[in-house]
């Protein structure tokens, strides 16, 4: 016979377990409808300050959560530089000095390309699914969709410079906020959806904005104008050759 | 004849007397030495990290120090650059530009600053061009070079005379990329420096970072360290002349080198709080042991005391007696203290002074292993002003006791 105190326990646990199973589900599933198997992009990256803009245009191509390829295609001083990532690996090329360069893994920090993106927003993939835990904060309903906001936090031992992130998924799976907190629970990055719409067949979050929340104006934006997805790429896209010596 | 009477009682009990004089003695040479000992060493570790590179002052952008940008540039350097040499504090200012940038050798790559440094004024404001240690702190003004630490060379390497890809960010927000061979290595004996500085021509570095003539900051050495702020004050009202509405442009701020680097006041203070704690305990130590002495010899006292006023001495007499003495005591302490200590100041001003132990902390900081103290006058009589300053105080109570005696209660004391 099992002693009563058992059962309240598992009364206790079980909903607890429910809930960060379906947080993590949630998760899971907005990175997934993303990246989708394969994807293929054009964007516009426009890196905006107080007194200041730029914009860049790029292509680029992903496969699963580990396999990434940027390639810029103007204005002319930056057409031609790229960035490959796979796994935690990243590689910068520039045409002006024909070399591949790996970026050292205390560098992953830094700004990719002027951006308010680092090396580590880009190589990070279904790490938010793998190292963090999630907790279901609360789910409110709104302009006919449920809009989630799940709690991350990384484990012990994740080599993650953030302490928390909290994400705003809605119930198609698309991504409407992303805030990554510090150390100390300091809001420092916060990453929007700016437009929602149709592009490569499904409804993806078309504009982007990346955010320091400290520093007013500051922020970068993609917004991304074609998209593919689940296309066959030649099993060479990801590799160094093509980085500095581009096939298409 | 009261100072005459004073001295004798002082001699009446020659061992009592000479272990306060010891003791006073030893209080003050043991201050002057460490105060030495520790001003200097401030001293040098200042020293080190502004004439290295930091300088005493440096002018940059708005809100350069906390996020440097390139693209927060001072727009026209020149002239600022111009209007400083005529101030007379100045000693000499450089222009600098510089950008966080990522260099790479055959196979490694490793992460530095990028700095575009002046040919011509660079050697008045920093000792690094001094220290190249293989190869020449470039051919010319414009020469399409660069040169690294020790530490940067060996993690990348590298040797004189081979390539180095450099990917940095220009001031527009492009990628810069360039190819530049080494031409120098120094050795400045601080590990930070040597391993996260570079440097190239200022022009070299205007041309591949798209810096169309701007800088990002003018270092500035100073004539005396001393006078710091008045300097700032003067270079401040020269700046908000040449930006008479600063609505439009924030103007360029004047840093000092305690906010360039601030890891060094800090540590200094704290230092200096320990020292001050120690200096604390050590005068209160010597102090009470000096008031025992003057109670115990005014206490034993007390019938001579009794007929000096039945003879006609005031109580005013007698407490001035006893003051006298004390300050015999302590005059005669903080002699022999001096003496010692000052010699030895001098032994170890010559020989220098280290600690076994201590180099590789004292090299983060630039302070070379050994310290060579300094005899100034701050050191030499902050220690005895106070020792005598407390063996007054010491006497306050014996005084206050000697005022309360009367002639009658006196006589009738044991």
Known sequence: MIPRFLYFLLLLLLPASLFAQDATE???????????????TEAEMTVHRPDWSRSMSLRAWTKGQTQSLVRFTSPAKDAGNASLRDG??????????????????????????????????????????????????????????????????????????????????????????HRFFDQEGRLIKELTAREIGQLGGKLIAKRIRMEKVEEANTWTEMAHQAAQFRIEFPESTFTLANLSNPQE | ????????????????????????????????????????????????????????????PEGYLDDPEVRKVLAAPQALLGSLKSITDVKAAALRASSFALLSSEDRTYGAQIVGV????????????????????????????????????????????????????????????????????????????DRNIVEMPLRTFQENFGMEGAAHNIVVRARSASSLESLRGEISRIISRSYPNPGTLAPPVVLTWEELLPGLKESIELD???????????????????ANTLLMSVLERVREFGVMMSLGATPKRVAGLIVVESLLLGFLGVLIGTAF????????????????????????????????????????????????????????????????????????AV
């Not at chain 1, 949630?26 to 293929?40: L, P």
């Not at chain 2, 020292?275 to 009470?288: A, K």
């Open chain 1, 26 to 40: 949630i998760v899971r599933a907005a990175i997934d409808y993303w990246r989708d198997t394969t994807s293929y």
């Open chain 1, 88 to 177: 935690r690996n990243m590689w910068s090329f520039s045409p002006k000095v024909n070399k591949v360069i790996k970026i050292p893994p205390s560098m992953m920090t830094q700004s990719w390309m002027g951006s308010d993106f680092s090396y580590n927003d880009l190589t990070k993939g279904d790490d938010i699914v793998k190292l963090y835990t999630h907790r279901l904060l609360n789910s409110i309903q709104q302009d006919g969709h449920t809009h989630f906001e799940v709690e991350a936090i990384p484990f012990e031992d994740a080599a993650v410079v953030w302490g928390k992130e909290v994400l705003t998924i809605r119930d198609d799976h698309i991504m409407l906020r």
């Open chain 2, 1 to 60: 004849m009261i100072t005459k009477l004073a001295w004798r009682n002082l001699w009446r009990h020659k061992r009592r007397t000479l272990l306060s004089v010891v003791g006073i003695g030893f209080a003050v040479a043991v201050l002057q030495f460490f105060m030495g000992i520790q001003l200097k060493s401030y001293d040098s570790a200042i020293n080190a990290s502004v004439s290295l590179y930091y300088g005493h002052l440096q002018i940059q």
């Open chain 2, 118 to 193: 002046e040919f011509d004024n660079e050697p008045h404001v920093s000792s690094i061009p001094g220290v190249i240690r293989q190869g020449v702190f470039f051919t010319s003004a414009d020469a399409q070079q660069i040169i690294m630490g020790r530490a940067l060379a060996d993690n990348l390497r590298l040797r004189v005379g081979d390539s180095v890809t450099i990917l940095g960010q220009s001031r527009d927000g492009s990628l810069a990329a360039m190819v530049l061979p080494l031409a120098g290595i120094f050795e400045s004996g601080s590990r930070d420096l």
């Open chain 2, 272 to 290: 200096m709080s320990f020292g001050w704690l120690f200096y604390f305990s050590l005068i209160l130590v010597v102090t009470l042991s000096v």
């Open chain 2, 341 to 412: 200590g000052v010699a030895v100041l001098r032994y170890y001003g010559v020989h220098g002074f280290s600690i076994p132990g201590t180099e590789e902390f004292l090299k983060i900081w630039n302070i070379p292993g050994a310290v060579f103290p300094e005899i100034t006058f701050a050191v030499v009589s902050i220690a005895p002003c106070v020792l005598l300053l407390t063996v007054l105080l010491a006497t306050i109570y014996p005084v206050c006791k000697v005022m309360r005696l009367t002639p009658v209660q006196a006589l009738h």
